[in-house]
């Protein structure tokens, strides 16, 4: 039996509908990674006091140029500030990151830290972040990878922890699946900025200095309505593709 254009435009579009549909029941999404490797012209750079954070060419993981962070005093701070706001990355997505660090006194510095600056309801920009504790072990010579997963510590910072058992120290899975308010958990919320840094207090009691290099931030970016709408049109226009070379 010969199918009508009209039912066969019904049958496609409801294909579409059913696959755009499937997309949003089942959340998915797709394996995404931020780079940065420090190559460019300028950055968000700041330290206080005698804290100091600048472009370098003296050292590089790769490429020709790195971050020099140096901190002299524990009251001081100095950071490199990342925007992934047009990243759509939600704590909850994110699955792993590293980054790439060169110290010049191995034996007696702490490793920057990573820095997530989380968007809670009503804080603003910058009001609650969930701070990466300080790798004690990272002593060696030369370049050397900082690892962070799901089940690194971190502490979590701001007028509003709601919903945190532990904030002082919880892993990024911890976080993540606690809730916040009813039907809303903490891993559903964007990560605005990333920094790395040595920062006011903490374990930073000593002078330090680091290079820091290429950093990855690995992370499930959920299609937006109007990507998966592109997707429902896409699967239509093959279906009247495949359609056509059977008539």
Known sequence: MKTSKTNFRFVAASAAAGLVGSFFLAGVGMAD???EGFEGASYNLAGSGAGTATLSTAAAHSG???VLLSLQSSSDYARVKLDVTSQAMTLG?????DYWIDKSVPSLEQAPYLL???AVPGQGTDGTLAVMYNNPGATATGWQDLSVGTGTLFHVEGADTTGLPTPSSMTLAQIDASTYSPGVTWGSFPVDFVRIGYGSGGDDSVVQSSYVDDLSINYTAVPEPASLSLLGIGALALLRRRRRAQQ
Do not use: K
């Open 116 to 118: 997530l600056s989380i």
């Open 33 to 35: 990674t931020y780079t």
């Open 64 to 66: 020709t140029q790195s």
């Open 93 to 97: 997505a994110i699955t792993s990151a």
